[in-house]
């Protein structure tokens, strides 16, 4: 069955270093989502990304989606404290909004 | 973007029981969703409740477990049906909003069976 695989399962940083998430199917995708969660708590969303090649920026993190489709990067910049929480792709893999979603990366930055 | 709420936030139930959950948007959307994640893991999808159609159910959920209610483009309910242990999670909802192409999520119920 499809899958969403993400790496690493979790990370611990000291603040102020850069990190990467990845994210990787082994299908096509309509569209790759970047959000974040606190523990417990809903998702926020932080990127969408459909195009190959694609790149987007928001404040520190970067999200970029490979020519193929198939792989995502997440990379934060000079981590602080706030960004501490699990990181999760999503994905339209069928183009019917049925999101598929990796097992997440749990960072943590510390002060 | 839309602002989604769900109540309760959280709640502990004993097994047997039923317990409905609510899912609020500020706008009206034809395509919500409801997931589940359980301890420690990822989303999974439930189904998809889009208003005007019967609620759609993925592999392994079924309506008499999980009866949804899709009464207007605002408002969705979730009930979580003779509940067990196994039933533990975050309930979510989700929407995508009219003409554009992100989900949007709700805060999530976090459900704990005794």
């Known amino acids: 069955s499809q899958e969403l695989e993400q790496s690493p399962q979790s990370l611990i940083v000291q603040e102020g270093k850069n990190l990467t998430i990845n994210c990787t199917s082994s299908k096509t995708l309509y569209g790759l989502y970047w959000y974040k969660q606190k523990y417990g708590e809903g998702l926020i969303f932080l990127m969408m990304?459909?195009?190959?090649?694609e790149e987007k920026s928001h404040e520190k993190i970067t999200a970029k989606l490979d020519e193929k489709k198939q792989q995502s990067s997440l990379h934060i910049t000079a981590s602080q404290p706030s960004h501490a929480g699990i990181y999760l792709c999503?994905?339209?893999?069928?183009?019917?909004?049925?999101?598929?979603f990796g097992t997440g990366t749990r960072l943590k930055v510390l002060a | 973007s839309a602002v989604i709420s769900q109540k309760p936030s959280r709640d502990i139930c004993q097994r047997g029981t039923s317990l409905t959950i609510q899912c609020q948007v500020d706008s009206q959307v034809t395509m919500m969703f409801w997931y589940r994640q359980q301890p420690g893991q990822s989303l999974t999808l439930i189904a998809t409740a889009n208003q005007g159609s019967e609620a759609t159910y993925e592999s392994g959920f079924v309506i008499d477990k999980f009866p949804i209610s899709r009464p207007n483009l605002t408002f969705s309910t979730l009930t979580v049906s003779n509940m067990s242990p196994e039933d533990s999670s975050i309930y979510l909802c989700?929407?995508?909003?009219?003409?554009?192409?992100?989900?949007?999520f709700g805060p999530g119920t976090r459900l704990l069976v005794l």
């Open positions: 999503g994905a339209d893999i069928r183009g019917t909004y049925k999101y598929i």
């Open positions: 990304l459909q195009k190959g090649g």
């Open positions: 989700s929407v995508v909003p009219d003409f554009q192409e992100t989900q949007y």
